[in-house]
């Protein structure tokens, strides 16, 4: 990037009267030192960018609480002692469902998502980091420092904006990057859950309050920055050839018969509305899975964690439900480094399972037949294999199947799969919690 990322352009052909193809120069090698820059630019990326959702979601209980006790306590306890939603209730349940702060934590990114592709490519890649720095910056400082309910919302919003403007721009991004980064971002974001979840139960651990602790974060907007403007290289042509070039030629290219081909890979950007429409309907074969496993998924997370309550273990109820949050990061994150490893190009089959997972859990809710916590933790870390193994294949196999001209706009578009499948499942795990709650 060496500063200059606010001149990034598209790689176009010469303009002028098309001629007969010329056998094309060998492209020079960039060189293993820029191959790794953009390797760990790309995961720094994904890590910085999810990381502010997600410290919101493990801090809203101790904010909250954090706000209701005096303004001279510097210090929370780790491990209240719950209180009960109702004592005829056997789910032990707490009077809002987390589903409540997953919908402010998300909505935001789905406004964003759903209107990304129609006019978000006007605005320059720089000032959207810029943007995106600048509100997840703005989210730690506001919910540190809040002393109402608004405010904190108003601080979660800011971290769904950052996420979701910064989601749409690195994978519209990729575009320009070999298509290998795409498994650098999806692993950084998988490293998002896990180490922001584990940073702050950690430094709440070790005596710090929740404001010091988010404080304390400031600096992953600043490497979020960093690590776009300094360390990402400017965008090289792409080398056609390869083994990955050979695995996308032998894939039906999504767009081979629907719209014509243009001629030059920077025509994303003046695309008709027509043409995005018919994008857009080619890509639904990946965006459709996608958007089921994480509905299934998330209804698990925010609608069922709080209700899998087992009473004969050492384990509190709020321990248990750290643990089922710590599995579920930690499945995703492995999952999501897994591409080189393991590559999944129907992705129908991990909705299926995502949705088997979902039906399992919910039967053992309302059945508890399950015997002890620990098949729980099993079944809960294969939920998050399954989602991040989605969500990697998802974006990997688009990459492969659209065209250079379509790939920056697909990116863009399929991100609305997983913030629209969120955001289903907090409307319907929030009556659930209710209903489940209020049996006798």
Known sequence: MGGCAGSRRRLSDSEGEETAPEPRPPLPDPGPGAHWKNAMGFWLLGLCNNFSYVVMLSAAHDILRHQRAPRNQSHVDPDPVPTPYSNSSRFDCNSLSTAAVLLADILPTLVIKLLAPLGLHLLPYS??????????????????????????LCGVVFASISSGLGEVTFLSLTAFYPRAVISWWSSGTGGAGLLGALSYLGLTQAGLSPQHTLLSMLGIPALLLGSYFFLLTSPEPQDPGGEEEAERAARQPLMSSEAPEKSKPDASSSLSLQERWTVFKGL???????????????????????LLFFRNTSLSHAQQYRWYQMLYQAGVFVSRSSLRCCRIRFTWAL??????????????????????????????LYEGLLGGAAYVN?????????????REFSMAAACI?????ISLSGLVALPLHNFLCNLS
């Not at 998802?394 to 379509?406: K, M, R």
Request: charged share 10%; with cysteine.
């Open 417 to 421: 799969s997983d913030t629209l499948g």
């Open 284 to 306: 639904l074969w990946y965006i459709l899975p996608l958007v089921l496993v994480y509905f299934a998924e998330y209804f698990i997370n925010q609608g069922l964690f709080e």
């Open 351 to 380: 909705a299926l399972l995502q949705c088997l997972n979902l039906a399992f859990l919910l039967a053992d809710v309302c059945l508890s037949f399950l015997p002890n916590i620990y098949l729980a933790f099993l079944i809960i």
């Open 127 to 152: 000032p959207r980091v810029l943007i995106s720095g600048a509100c997840a910056a703005g989210s730690f400082i506001l919910v540190a420092f809040s002393q109402s309910v608004g405010t904190s």
């Open 394 to 406: 998802t974006f990997h196999n688009i990459a492969l199947e659209t065209s250079d001209e379509h």
